[in-house]
T-cell receptor
């Protein structure tokens, strides 16, 4: 069963516009949710995790348990935000396995 | 600190062969997870090693096996290679806090650059 769904494979926004990358999950227990980012020619790296409640590079993500969503948002997109973004879920109740979504490729148009 | 290192970076094999991929975790980390990333897909969890034991496994056949050494480095072995095994194989390391098979897992995963396996 698909634990993490990212409905948009590609997303383009203009520089300075708001951006939202969608992530929905399916898990009945207590999940830990993450956003990972992969910039061109770089390795996958953690962007943020929901328990930290941090804002990294202007990005925030709120866990909505009612809608089982963990959308990533930024009010003003920058060209350097162009990258591949993956939402990931960690099952804390059943052994800590990670599930990744299929990813969203974000392009910020100058 | 070189971070997570994987070798080799690229590998070409033929169907039926066996392959071994290697991973050295980030300094101070004791847990290694392996992922398969097919083209256009997100990473798929293969298994995780902690204290030299496989502690969690994803939905992969027994042809996929692994090992963790006392220095925390790890190997991924794939036997009887199929064309569909062609993918980027990622290693991620982390530090488990807590004890036991289902110890807490609060630290983030650091990924290696991956090994690109092509099966012809």
């Amino acid at each position: 069963a698909q634990r993490v769904t990212q409905p948009e494979k590609l997303l383009s926004v203009f520089k300075g516009a708001p951006v939202e990358l969608k992530c929905n999950y399916s898990y009945s227990g207590s999940p830990e949710l993450f956003w990972y980012v992969q910039y061109s020619r770089q390795r996958l790296q953690l962007l943020l995790r929901h328990i930290s409640r941090e804002s990294i590079k202007g990005f925030t993500a709120d866990l909505n348990k009612g809608e089982t969503s963990f959308h990533l948002k930024k009010p003003f997109a920058q060209e350097e935000d162009s990258a591949m973004y993956y939402c990931a879920l960690q099952e804390l109740d059943t052994g800590n396995q990670f599930y990744f979504g299929t990813g969203t490729s974000l392009t910020v148009i100058p | 600190d070189a971070g997570v290192t994987q070798s080799p970076t690229h590998l070409i094999k033929t169907r039926g062969q066996q392959v071994t991929l290697r991973c050295s975790p980030k300094s101070g980390h004791d847990t290694v997870s392996w992922y398969q990333q097919a083209l256009g897909q997100g990473p798929q969890f293969i298994f995780q090693y902690y204290e030299e034991e496989e502690r969690q496994r994803g939905n992969f056949p027994d042809r996929f096996s692994g090992h963790q050494f006392p220095n925390y480095s790890s190997e991924l072995n794939v036997n009887a290679l199929l064309l569909g095994d062609s993918a980027l194989y990622l290693c991620a390391s982390s530090l488990v806090s807590g004890h036991g098979r289902l110890g807490s897992y609060k630290n983030i995963q650091y990924f290696g650059a991956g090994t690109r396996l092509s099966v012809l």
